[in-house]
């Protein structure tokens, strides 16, 4: 006996189980494009952590060569958390119209 099952038999028996039910592959719906939601938002927190972290580098390094320390990593860090908003934003943003284009293409069949 073998330790892997066949795919082709597995497919075989999908789509003859599927025919017998009558109904089609039920669709995700906690999903936008193929992600789930848990995966929209881990994007979304990378996104701003990411913003975060580089104006805290840049600011940190920028205060090393000049010899001031506190003053461009806060100003940085600040600008890179904004920026870091600004693309989460623009990414709901763009979720949110891909999600409704999906909805109106849905009615209207």
């Known amino acids: 006996m073998a330790s892997e099952p066949d795919p082709d038999r597995l497919r075989a028996l999908e789509a003859r189980l599927q025919k017998v039910r009558g109904q089609p592959e039920p669709a995700r719906t906690n999903t936008v494009k193929g992600f789930s939601q848990g995966e929209v938002a881990w994007r ?8 975060m972290l580089l104006g805290m580098a840049i600011g940190y390094g920028l205060d090393v060569l000049a010899g001031t320390l506190p003053i461009f990593l806060i100003i940085f ?12 934003l623009g990414t709901a943003r763009e979720l949110g119209q891909k ?9 209207g069949n």
């Open 44 to 51: 979304m927190v990378i996104e701003l952590v990411t913003g």
């Open 77 to 88: 860090s600040l600008m890179g958390f904004a920026a870091g908003v600004k693309t989460m």
């Open 99 to 107: 999600a409704a284009e999906t909805a109106a293409k849905g009615e």
